[in-house]
Nanobody
Framework: QVQLVESGGGLVQAGGSLRLSCRASGSIFSINAMGWYRQAPGKQRELVARITSGGSTNYADYVKGRFTISRENVGHTVYLQMNSLKPEDTAVYYC???????????????WGQGTLVTVSS
């Protein structure tokens, strides 16, 4: 069984920073890519940033220059450093992983439960 556990969400004032963490637990050999998505009330879930096992990154235009995604392959952990936060960044942030190889089987993808980020003006 593979589980993604997020942490680091909370309340911050505009212009502040937060660091999100997500660790994949289980008997994992490898994960192809890990990323962060977010969903605000009444809106669709959208990609924030993604990183492959080789370190290749992809960012949404609205976070470029403000957010940085990083990864530790050994610990199967992905981070999202969020700087210069804006009220419009307020959302539930979800961790995602794809192509997870474990002892018993492979999983196409898994989602975390989400962590709430609230940015006040």
């Amino acid at each position: 069984q593979v589980q993604l556990v997020e942490s680091g969400g909370g309340l911050v004032q505009a212009g502040g920073s937060l660091r999100l963490s997500c660790r994949a637990s289980g008997s994992i050999f490898s994960i192809n890519a890990m990323g962060w998505y977010r969903q605000a009330p009444g809106k669709q879930r959208e990609l924030v940033a993604r990183i492959t096992s080789g370190g290749s990154t992809n960012y949404a235009d609205y976070v470029k220059g403000r957010f940085t995604i990083s990864r530790e392959n050994v610990g199967h952990t992905v981070y999202l450093q969020m700087n210069s936060l804006k009220p419009e960044d307020t959302a539930v942030y979800y961790c995602h992983a794809d192509q997870i190889e474990t002892v018993v089987r492979n999983y196409p993808e898994r989602w975390g439960q989400g962590t709430l980020v609230t940015v006040s003006s």
